[in-house]
């Protein structure tokens, strides 16, 4: 259990901070090196809301981005 945190400010690292162990048995620290596993779950739901959206006629699915704009 861990976390790796770098801070940047206008392209400069100003921090790169990182704290707990890479094992169960609290033998190995995280560090600036440790990779960690992400899973990402927040497209799904961008995706699940745009397609309730879709569904009570609110946007269309082939409009631009740029144009969306909820009806009512």
Known sequence: MGVQVPV???GELLTDS???H???SKRQLI???TLFTFFSVSRAIAAR???IQAE???I???QPAA???LRS
């Open 49 to 51: 809301a745009l397609h």
């Open 60 to 62: 269309e699915y082939d």
């Open 31 to 33: 560090d600036g090196s």
């Open 22 to 24: 890479m094992d169960e």
């Open 18 to 20: 990182s704290a707990g």
């Open 8 to 10: 940047y400010l206008d």
């Open 56 to 58: 009570r006629v609110r």
């Open 67 to 69: 144009r969306a704009r």
